[in-house]
């Protein structure tokens, strides 16, 4: 028996909040990247991870989020849970190796490339594998065509944003970046999600695991409030939290030591004066 499927059952609440989400982790995420450049590399795996962590429980909440809309007429549906935690574990692992490789190599050519599929493949599986975890009494089928869409949208939408996160420095600039990776990311949700059919079994038997109620509710809680805390860093950007920037090389040159030379960001540089070297003063 096909199963009649809502994917708004709280009509547009479900798919706003869950853009918003996409764009929070978004944004967070690409500062992250961006702020890895500009400081020492000893600082750059944490910002990487940080901007890991941030864009994987974005695109995870997002997806959780949608699914509270989502439901089945002729069926209730249940959560397998350690299926739910594996899919935030693979969106942020993922997630993690592509933007390291963008972190490390650049933005650019083959780097690019590997970087945002592997990112892309990220998200696409943390969908379908979010996805394997709903339990009902029947199966989920999928339109072949629609999934290769739907990953397609996931691997251009990620190269886009890993660009995005090495070419755009200005603030404003990162969180338009984000408001058009979180549109990709709910259109590879929503594309995705069209693929799908319910054929039900009609046996009555219980579907196993967690009520989407009593299991989504709690596993948000964690990541909504990394995000909004995060959130709150970034739109502030404290110089406390940046750590510390990258000393730019300096021009080996007589008499000038190259450990006196420091220059700080956002002020013009002086040329340094040693005692006894220089134009004498008119008297």
């Not at 992250?32 to 695109?59: D, E, F, K, Q």
């Not at 009555?204 to 809680?221: C, D, F, K, Q």
Request: positive net charge.
């Amino acid at each position: 028996m096909q199963g009649t499927v809502d994917d708004f059952s709280y009509g547009l609440v479900t798919p706003l909040v869950a853009y918003l989400m996409a764009c929070l982790g978004g944004a967070l995420g690409l500062r992250c990247t961006t702020r890895s450049l500009l400081v020492t590399r000893s600082w750059r795996p944490g910002w990487l991870a940080l901007g890991s962590a941030a864009i994987g429980s974005g695109i995870w909440t997002m997806h959780f989020v949608a699914m509270m809309g989502f439901t089945v007429e002729e069926a209730p549906i249940h959560y397998d849970k350690p299926m739910t935690y594996a899919s935030l574990g693979v969106a942020i692992l993922m997630v993690g190796i592509g933007i390291f490789i963008v972190g490390y190599r650049g933005a650019k050519g083959t780097a690019l490339f590997t970087g945002g599929t592997i990112t892309g493949l990220g998200i696409a599986s943390m969908h379908y594998l979010g996805m394997a975890g709903m339990q009902l009494d029947g199966e989920f089928r999928y339109n072949t065509a629609t999934v290769a869409a739907s990953v397609v949208i996931a691997m251009a939408a990620a190269t886009a944003a890993l660009w995005a996160a090495c070419q755009i420095k200005g603030f404003l600039w990162s969180v338009g970046a984000s408001l058009v990776m979180g549109l990709a990311v709910s259109g590879m949700h929503y594309t995705g999600m069209a693929a799908l059919s319910v054929h039900l079994h009609g046996t009555g038997a219980p579907a196993t695991g967690e009520s989407p109620a009593t299991l989504l509710a709690p596993m948000l809680l964690g990541p909504l409030a990394f995000l909004f805390l995060a959130g709150v860093v970034v739109i502030f950007d404290p110089l406390m939290v940046m750590g510390r920037v990258a000393v730019p090389a300096v021009e080996d040159k007589p008499g000038v030591p190259a450990d006196q030379v420091v220059h700080h960001p956002g002020r013009p540089r002086r040329p340094l004066r040693v005692r006894g070297v220089g134009t004498p003063q008119n008297r």
